[in-house]
């Protein structure tokens, strides 16, 4: 998209859709931001993995997609887990490992799931979700609905052999499924020009007959609209589809990770793209946001996030014999679980 067409309004987005994709970009930030913050004062354990620049891809995917629609996501999955409706309050108290986190506080921040909303599983396993949200959309198919499954994943991970089986399988069967490789050009340490000679992401899967194409990952608008059209062939039964969103992390592979490896005037450039502010200037430029309504978003979500904070410290602490729960599901000859929740056998 050039320069020129990114400054015209929208015809195919409202005010409304447009302010909502902005002020979940800004949620999302706000998010990591204050997460990273109690992170470092020792209030959430574990690792903490931020996509602080990489808004736009799961937000212009998120808005082109149903509630009863599928994805899977990753280590870095906080921007696609809200993006698709998680709350800010269960999010928070799942960092904290608290019973009232989506996984009662035993997932953490990598392993957030959510089937009512279709997150069925960020995880921690590099590649993991893909061929599980295969499976989602060969589901789909045999069930006879219109849902579509979306599988985020990084560039680190189309290095792995279940990338390479999950596109093959998806064309084959031609399910609905929607890769979006978030490639923010390093996977942890290895910059994406080391990981295959002449990588190029968009011929590697049109090499399995998936229609693809590669997007600027840092204007949403250029994300929605790309994966609008993916959802409308998925929907129609014309099969997968596979987007690469060019992005970019604005810090290291985790909380406490430098960044060494990443060059300061490549960092500077990339800056000078972040996607929210290109959506701000343009909603101002387009008369559809002022400073005070710019002001209020910001201390709406502020006023979100520390609730969302207070809501998880005020959370019940698991017991240690809960961590036995949840660990089989018991179902009948039929695939139909006999229970709720099962203790272990």
């Not at 499976?135 to 789909?140: F, N, P, R, T, W």
């Not at 300061?264 to 290109?278: G, P, T």
Request: net charge negative.
């Amino acid at each position: 998209m050039d320069r020129k067409n990114q400054e015209e309004l929208p015809s195919d987005l409202t005010k409304e859709q447009l302010l909502a994709m902005y002020r979940k970009m800004q949620l999302i930030r706000g998010f990591e931001g204050t997460a990273k913050k109690y992170f470092e004062a020792g209030e959430i354990g574990g690792f903490l993995h931020l996509s602080v620049g990489q808004e736009a891809v799961p937000v212009g995917t998120c808005s082109a997609l149903r509630k009863d629609d599928y994805i899977t996501s990753t280590h870095r999955g906080h921007g696609d887990v809200l993006s698709k409706g998680c709350e800010v309050k269960r999010m928070f108290a799942e960092l904290y490992g608290r019973t009232d986190g989506y996984c009662k506080g035993k997932g953490g921040s990598m392993h957030i799931a959510d089937f009512s909303q279709g997150i069925i599983g960020a995880n921690g396993i590099v590649s993991s979700g893909i061929p599980i949200a295969v499976g989602a959309a060969l589901s789909i198919r045999m069930r006879g609905t219109d849902q579509v499954a979306v599988s985020f994943f990084g560039d680190g991970a189309t290095a792995e052999g279940s990338f390479h089986e999950a596109l093959n399988l998806a064309s084959l069967w031609q399910v609905p499924v929607i890769f979006v490789c978030q490639n923010n050009l390093y996977a942890l340490s290895q910059p994406w020009s080391h990981s295959a000679r002449d990588g190029n992401l968009v011929e590697r899967a049109q090499s399995y007959h998936i229609p693809a194409e590669s997007v600027d990952g840092m204007d949403v608008i250029a994300v929605y609209r790309s994966v609008e059209k993916a959802v409308d062939r998925a929907r129609s039964g014309d099969g997968p589809t596979f987007i690469e969103a060019r992005t970019y992390r604005f810090m290291g592979h985790y909380v406490g990770d430098p960044g060494a490896y990443m060059p300061e005037e490549e960092q500077e450039e990339w800056r000078k793209k972040d996607a929210i502010a290109k959506l701000r200037r343009q909603l101002k430029m387009w008369g559809y946001l002022t400073d005070k309504v710019d002001e209020q978003i910001a201390t709406d979500i502020e006023a979100e996030l520390q609730d969302g904070i207070e809501y998880a410290r005020s959370s019940v602490i698991p017991e240690p014999r809960e961590a036995l729960n949840d660990v089989y599901v018991h179902f009948d000859y039929l695939g139909r679980p006999l229970k709720e929740e099962s203790n272990h056998a």
